[in-house]
T-cell receptor, first 112, second 111 residues
Framework: EAGVTQSPTHLIKTRGQQATLRCSPISGHTSVYWYQQALGLGLQFLLWYDEGEERNRGNFPPRFSGRQFPNYSSELNVNALELEDSALYLC???????????FGPGTRLTVT | GDSVTQMEGPVTLSEEAFLTINCTYTATGYPSLFWYVQYPGEGLQLLLKATKADDKGSNKGFEATYRKETTSFHLEKGSVQVSDSAVYFCALVTGGFKTIFGAGTRLFVKA
């Protein structure tokens, strides 16, 4: 069974640009979660999607947004990039809410 | 609000030593509790879980017991190996289906 996949592996952008990160969940999983892991810090919850709808959102500004497609894959968009957005962005999926999550390898976003 | 507090690292142990990583939580209701592990350069992997009070989760020699009276979920292993060197995250899932992670504890095991 294929695990959670994320693309790209690395992404380098300049301040003010937009970044798009993608995630494909494990087959059969309907929930997708996004986290930010800044260097030296723990995971901060960003967004949770289930069945195509945004179900919960962490304490991040509106320039962090995303969506979930009918095939349950998901996209995270970060607009007006700032230097402090540089981090590892992790996607996770679960077969249903309130269940253990399976993580992808992450996308390393660097903002210069 | 809901939160998870882990002991600060790094924790440095010699091979075959006993490991304890403390985790306490604050939550309303009855959350599910998890330990995840992140090996260098990789994403997180679920290590073990417990979904109700007095449950014991175990995997790969690691154990943790859901203690409601002390609101704790401490991770233990009787004999650590060099390959256990990683960052360990305690997490809870609240009634609102939101996962809250602790800050992580880095473990170094020396041969």
């Amino acid at each position: 069974e294929a695990g959670v996949t994320q693309s790209p592996t690395h992404l380098i952008k300049t301040r003010g640009q937009q970044a798009t990160l993608r995630c494909s969940p494990i087959s059969g999983h309907t929930s997708v979660y996004w986290y930010q892991q800044a260097l030296g810090l723990g995971l901060q919850f960003l967004l949770w999607y289930d069945e195509g709808e945004e179900r919960n959102r962490g304490n991040f500004p509106p320039r962090f947004s995303g969506r979930q497609f009918p095939n349950y894959s998901s996209e995270l968009n970060v607009n007006a990039l700032e230097l402090e957005d540089s981090a590892l962005y992790l996607c996770a999926s679960s077969p249903r809410p309130n269940y253990e999550q399976y993580f992808g390898p992450g996308t390393r976003l660097t903002v210069t | 609000g809901d939160s998870v507090t882990q002991m600060e690292g790094p924790v440095t142990l010699s091979e075959e030593a006993f490991l304890t990583i403390n985790c306490t939580y604050t939550a309303t209701g009855y959350p599910s509790l998890f330990w995840y592990v992140q090996y260098p350069g990789e994403g997180l992997q679920l290590l073990l879980k417990a979904t109700k009070a007095d449950d014991k989760g175990s995997n790969k020699g690691f154990e943790a017991t859901y203690r409601k009276e002390t609101t704790s979920f401490h991770l233990e292993k009787g004999s650590v190996q060099v390959s256990d060197s990683a960052v360990y995250f305690c997490a809870l899932v609240t009634g609102g289906f939101k996962t809250i992670f602790g800050a992580g504890t880095r473990l170094f095991v020396k041969a």
